[in-house]
């Protein structure tokens, strides 16, 4: 009988002794599934959001597309197109496994080519997974969309968030009960269906064919091969996490060593670089290749013999398309490498933005954090304005008052007498004890002369007239060319644009599918995990700035900074400042060390 410790070993006989064509195929796959199956999942999302007539610029907008019928089709077709990719992946290198030559360039191609004769049928065994398991999760996804809506709607979001309150614990029990629900029943499934894929490209069947042979085959062994399968992911995930360990242990060692010698430190981590690239690839392709091969391993044991592969006539032509490939290959790395070096000639004329003030030091929206943010050095001062039921202007970025005072009731239900009789301060810290939230007159007699306002207008039905108020008030005080108008709604900043055209305007973009190009705003302000250097360009072709928020860490902000932002909103406008005037110290090879090490590590 072959237990799980021989079949993991004969995995990784088969890996070492298909070394070359598997990573061939592994690096085919790659520029092939970059090439064409990104580019046809986002060309279905703009088509289905065109027909949708929606937009995907704000977390609302996100959102409400996702649980659109058009939403989901997306997701359905998008996680078909995911799984049909791991399948051609694995199919790949089982067909490397079972053709028997070892010559790397033309076992590599023929694999892509055998591949490429079952496609059809490939991609009718994931949509026929995918749509399952999405079938099995809907009732749970339904719950925990009915939890949030019975438990938290009433709140501000925000305030969930930061608060916790009781409410946010049962919500999240009921997630995580449901996500264990759909972990278990999707788990079983997988491991029901495991089979199929090889049972598919060996044995010459129809997707519900092998479907139901895997099930078969698998019967009574699935929790030895769901052990199995777990326990060579975890062993195979940690290997990267370990491998940015050492590195991140090398690199800082040999800095500290060397001495500060620059022809030297540069080549040194060059090398360093591209060794840990290397290994990364290397690692990433052991991790596919082994799922693949215990896969295959998994069903020929149920088998009980080998299985040859079927006749299957390939084109003549090959190892030219092998060739070619190659040279595709090579054309891609260095055009990577010289738009990595382009992308360093950036300036570092970085604006700061703090972040309702200088929120980690007096409450936020408070004059006591603006006063914080000019001492610390900011150019802009991003505050939140919203409207109370008398008219007036008050700084608060919730919808209520419950986290900064612990009145529940909504700002567009009080008057400004009612929010002054309230201490915004003290549940912050004592020491601000009799705070009172600010008018935005008060912040700009504050802040005039001193700081830029960036201004994010909170609007909503109970507030009508909001924008024209906004600006109607700037205009009174002469501080429309020294404010950047901002909001999460694009409808919001046009009719800001149509009331005072020559004021700038900022796109605060929280989340976003497909593309944003095409925003007439000055300035597109994105998430730091949205940021990109393709992003980042793209934004350059329209003229526009670029800002990105909220960063409150050296090492992103220093990762900002070398990708060429213009403006970096955070908590901390202290550090930001601190870290900009280290880096205008710094030599021209010593900016250049210091940013091949933040774009590595």
Do not use: C
């Amino acid at each position: 009988m072959v237990t799980n410790r021989h079949l993991f070993r004969h995995a990784l006989a088969a890996l070492r002794y298909h070394r070359r064509p598997l990573l061939a195929f592994h690096v085919y796959f790659i520029i092939l599934a970059f090439s064409l199956l990104s580019p046809v999942s986002g060309w279905l999302l703009s088509v289905l959001v065109n027909l949708a007539d929606a937009s995907l610029i704000s977390n609302v907008d996100l959102a409400r597309f996702l649980i659109s019928p058009a939403g989901l089709l997306w997701i359905l077709v998008s996680g078909t197109l995911a799984i049909m990719a791991i399948f051609l992946q694995h199919a790949g290198m089982m067909l490397i496994v079972s053709h028997g030559r070892d010559n790397r360039f033309h076992t590599a191609a023929s694999a892509l080519w055998r591949v490429a004769h079952r496609l059809p049928r490939l991609l009718r065994l994931a949509g026929i997974q995918v749509f399952v398991q999405l079938l099995v999760a809907a009732p749970f996804i339904a719950l925990v969309i009915f939890a949030f809506n019975r438990l938290l709607t009433d709140y501000d979001l925000y305030y969930v968030i930061t608060e916790q309150p009781p409410a946010y614990w049962g919500f999240l029990a009921i997630m995580g009960a449901a996500s264990v629900v759909i972990a278990v029943v999707n788990g079983s499934l997988y491991l029901r269906w495991v089979l199929a894929l090889p049972i598919l490209l060996l044995e010459e069947r129809s997707p519900r064919q092998a479907l139901k042979r895997s099930a078969q085959l698998s019967k009574g062994a699935r929790l030895n091969i769901g052990a199995l399968l777990i326990s060579a992911g975890i062993g195979v995930a940690l290997l990267p996490i370990l491998l940015a360990l050492v590195f991140e242990w090398l690199a800082k060692g040999l800095l500290a060593i060397l001495p500060e010698f620059y022809s030297l430190l540069i080549p040194v981590m060059v090398l360093l670089i591209i060794t840990y690239a290397v290994l990364a690839v290397a690692v990433g392709f052991m991790g596919v290749s082994l799922n693949s091969l215990v896969i295959l391993k998994l069903y020929l044991r149920g088998q009980g013999r080998h299985v040859g592969l079927p006749p299957d006539p390939e084109p003549r032509q090959v190892g030219a398309m092998a060739w070619g490939i190659e040279v595709i290959v090579v054309v891609l790395a260095l055009a990577q490498v010289g738009y990595v070096v382009n992308s360093w000639n950036t300036p570092e004329n970085i604006a700061i933005t703090a972040h309702r003030g200088s929120s980690l030091k007096a409450p936020d929206n408070s004059l006591a954090a603006i006063q914080y943010a000019i001492e610390d050095g900011a150019d802009y001062i991003e505050l939140d304005v919203r409207q109370t039921a008398d008219g007036h202007l008050v700084l608060l970025h919730d919808k209520d008052l419950l986290r900064l005072a612990g009145d529940p009731r909504d700002v567009w239900n009080l008057t400004l007498a009612d929010i002054r009789a309230l201490d915004s301060g003290r549940r912050f810290s004592p020491d601000y004890e009799g705070s009172r939230i600010p008018t935005l007159i008060e912040a700009i007699d504050l802040m005039r002369g001193r700081a830029k306002l960036y201004l994010e207008v909170k609007t909503s039905p109970q507030s009508p007239g909001l924008v024209r108020r906004v600006v109607e008030t700037l205009k009174q005080q002469d501080m429309i060319n020294q404010t950047l108008f901002a909001a999460l709604e694009p409808s919001v900043l046009r009719e800001a644009q149509r009331l005072a055209p020559e004021m700038r305007t900022s796109l605060l973009v929280h989340s976003v599918i497909g593309s944003i190009d095409g925003q007439p705003f000055d300035v597109l302000a994105l998430r730091d995990v949205l940021i990109s250097p393709a992003r980042i360009s793209n934004v350059r072709r329209q003229n526009q700035e670029i800002h990105v928020w909220t960063v409150n860490d050296r090492r992103t902000m220093s990762r900002m900074i070398d990708q060429g932002v213009d403006n970096i909103i955070t908590d901390r406008p202290e550090l930001l400042a601190a870290l900009l005037a280290e880096r205008a110290e710094l030599s021209e090879p010593e900016r250049l060390l210091l940013r091949l090490r933040n774009w590595m590590w």
